[in-house]
């Protein structure tokens, strides 16, 4: 008996073999098809995801910033790249005692990489009138204050304006400098900006170099 439903199962095979052939290919080329749509279906969603997003790209984009309303003596903060920027504008007076306590700072002359070329001078700005900074401490990331009108001398003799760190007591002068014997280790940082003219500063980008 087991010879003969060997038989007939193999008779039935290849009596249907043409069929099972087509019938075969057809369910191979259908499978394959929808297999293809299903990876390209998961595939857009992955491949769309390698482009930035409006959010992404807003927060790595320049800032103009209209500086024709700042004082004499005012801070004023931005945004940029998810940073607190500050710009002030310096007084004539606050210029001149730059040049008073360089005996005191850890990098007078601007040395360490934490500014444009453009910056490495005593006022570390393109104008002197106009300090641009990254409002964050070297040491740990803290936004130091802006102490003012003789305040800043609290924290270091003969020096009426500077920035303070409350959380650690780092101090810089009104260029950002960074103070002896204090836990923050370089000067605060310049970003990159330029002037589009005497009322209008763009931070992000340098203007090219002919």
């Known amino acids: 008996m087991s010879n003969v439903s060997v038989d007939a199962t193999e008779s039935a095979h290849n009596e249907n073999q043409p069929e099972n052939n087509t019938r075969r290919r057809f369910l191979t080329v259908a499978t394959s098809v929808v297999g293809g749509v299903g990876v390209v279906g998961a595939a857009v969603p992955f491949i769309a995801s390698w482009n930035p997003s409006a959010k992404a790209k807003a927060a ?26 500050w710009i002030v504008r310096r007084t004539p ?14 990098d007078p002359n601007s040395e360490a990489e934490q500014q444009p070329t453009f910056a490495q001078n005593r006022f570390r700005s393109i104008k002197e009138e106009y300090l641009i900074l990254v409002g964050i ?7 130091p204050q802006h102490l003012k009108d003789g305040a800043f001398e609290e924290v270091v003799e003969g020096v009426p304006d500077g920035f303070f760190c409350p959380c ?43």
């Open 168 to 210: 650690h007591g780092s101090k810089f002068d009104m260029a950002g400098r960074v103070f002896q014997n204090v836990p923050a280790p370089l000067n605060l940082v310049v970003p990159p900006y330029q002037f589009v003219d005497d009322n209008t500063v763009i931070i992000g980008s340098e203007a090219e170099v002919a």
């Open 93 to 106: 007076e606050i210029l001149e005692e730059l040049g008073t306590h360089e005996d005191k700072l850890k």
């Open 60 to 85: 790595g984009a320049d800032v103009e910033v209209d500086i024709s309303g700042i004082e004499p003596g005012q801070l004023v903060r931005v945004m940029w790249r998810s940073k607190p920027v």
């Open 137 to 143: 401490c070297t040491h740990l990331g803290c936004s």
